[in-house]
């Protein structure tokens, strides 16, 4: 990757135009040329993966439930809407489909984020199980980050998956656990960053950042060093 040039990872497809973590949304940012995706991971009651940010509903849905206590017939039957077409709707992904989209497209990596919220249910163990079968097909394709160093660790000890860690301050401790970590990607919200972005903390993984929506601050990150960049404009920002 050229240094000091943007790359733009496609947070959660293209929510600026399309229904966050939607198929349809991920196909057109792959196709305005993103070769980052991040996409993230909730468990149905019967522990099946579906692609979702959030376990209650409402914001997405309308319906004040908690997709971790659905079965996955209930889920298939809910339907997001467009954020600028309130006609028009798209179901909620399994992680199944995705990675069968994903394999048409084997220049994408896609940032496949464990949500605490699965975790803190079914236990991260059991969660861990359920996603992995999934990936297989395409785990060359894939990174497995999350907030949970504990995740992580079981991901690592596997040997076989790519693993980004995402931090949740600045602070020596959060330091200390990214060098015992290890991983290929360390996660950070540009509001945790420090002030003098000279102060990064160094290792062998590659820093992204998330959320950056316009090129000015996508370009004083990319100085930096910091070239992979999370953004929920792609159609914007990859524009000729």
Known sequence: MAHNIPCFVAHRGFPALYPENSLP????AIQL??????????????LTPYVCHDDNLQRLTGHDVYLTELGDDEIDTLTISYPQDATRS????????FCQRLAQYPQVTAFIEIKSESITRFGLKQTIAAILPVIDTVREQCVLISFDWEAMMLI??????KTGWIIESWTDEQSSMATRLQPNYLFSSVHCLPEKLDQLWTGSWQWVIYTVDDCDTALHYAKAGITLIE????GTLLEP
């Open 25 to 28: 949304g991920i196909q057109a």
């Open 90 to 97: 798209t179901a909620i992904p399994r992680l199944a489909a």
């Open 33 to 46: 040329g993103a070769r980052y995706v991040e996409i993230d991971i909730q468990l149905s009651s019967q």
């Open 231 to 234: 953004t929920d404009t792609i």
């Open 156 to 161: 690592k000890s596997r040997q076989r998956y």
